[in-house]
């Protein structure tokens, strides 16, 4: 057979496979985007996870534990009305445009500026974990205090000890859990920084100035998530504010990257609410503020 004839014959099969052809290149697409519909999904039912991990907080109990004793995934389609500002869309918008735009050489850097030990942090580890896994990030870089500021503040020695605690769990899912977050660590995948200003009294838009190194540090993020009820009140300077006032606004000038607070409320402080929400809630519990029944996820960034 001839040179001709088998060029031929291979374009006569390639012809002949249209059919099957545009199945399988249908198919193909149709997985990819049911993959990328199961991984939307999946981060933002990680992102609640972490909100209302930030419920198990020993300042608002008096020091007295508030273990998560019920499993919070049965709670997430009955908490999300409680969500007052639901910004997770543009979390995601943000995490999948980064990989999307990633070059192989490139990273994606996500800084968790923790809050509470125990619980909280297992959920912010478990997001961390998916962060990675999903190549949505390809590290991380947690802040802890160099002292607890309030007492179940997440230091270097909890998240050391938290860690080893997984690894050494006698569950296997538990114990995996453990053995590679030590990795993670171990080759530079987890980053865990603590630094003064943290526990020093000045609201976050003076780090520019007090801890220039630190914000130079946060502004290589792509992303940063404040977790917590006194992170969100030094991002918005713990003022009086109206409850309308944007977020943008009340951050006073700290953008070092986009930033996404992540808490439930426990202070009589919030912005960026709609008109009449905050009456709303005035009008039938007093309380609202600071029960922690109530989550924020509020995102400053591009649009």
């Keep these: 057979m001839t040179l001709m004839c088998l060029k031929e014959s291979k374009d006569q099969n390639f012809f002949e496979s249209q059919e099957s052809i545009i199945a399988l290149c249908t198919h193909l697409q149709e997985l990819r985007d049911e993959f990328f519909q199961l991984l939307q999904n999946f981060v933002l039912f990680l992102f609640q996870i972490s909100l209302w991990g930030n419920k198990c907080d020993l300042s608002l109990s008096g020091g007295e534990t508030r273990s998560q004793k019920t499993n919070v995934i049965n709670s997430l389609e009955e908490l999300k009305p ?9 979390l995601w ?3 999948n445009n980064c990989k999307k735009t990633r070059e192989k050489a490139s990273i994606t850097r996500v800084v968790i500026v923790l809050d509470n030990s125990g619980f909280e942090l297992v959920t912010d580890l478990v997001l961390a974990d998916f962060l990675l896994s999903s190549q949505l990030a ?3 870089h947690f802040y ?3 002292i ?9 020695r909890d998240f050391n000890w938290l860690i080893e605690q997984m690894k050494m769990s006698n569950h296997k899912w538990m114990s995996k859990c ?3 977050w030590e990795a993670y660590v171990k080759t530079g995948r987890w980053v865990y920084r603590d630094h003064i200003f943290w526990t020093l ?3 976050f838009c003076v780090m520019s100035q007090v801890a220039p190194d630190l914000y130079a540090e946060l502004q290589k993020a792509h992303l940063i998530l404040f977790k917590g009820d006194l992170n969100y009140r030094k991002l918005t300077g713990d003022r009086k504010w109206e409850f309308t006032v944007p977020f943008h606004q009340a951050l006073n000038g700290f953008h070092p990257a986009p930033l996404c607070s992540i808490r439930t409320l426990k202070a009589e402080l919030q912005v960026g609410l709609k008109p009449g929400q905050a009456e709303q809630y005035v009008a039938s519990e007093p309380n609202w503020l600071t029960t922690g029944k109530y989550g924020i996820f509020q995102f400053d960034g591009p649009l």
């Design 82 to 90: 409680l969500i007052l500002v639901n910004d997770m869309e543009r």
């Design 93 to 95: 918008s943000l995490l």
């Design 138 to 140: 390809t590290e991380i």
């Design 144 to 146: 802890g205090k160099t």
């Design 148 to 156: 607890p500021w309030f007492v179940s503040d997440t230091t270097i």
């Design 178 to 180: 453990g053995a590679e």
């Design 201 to 203: 009294p000045h609201e």
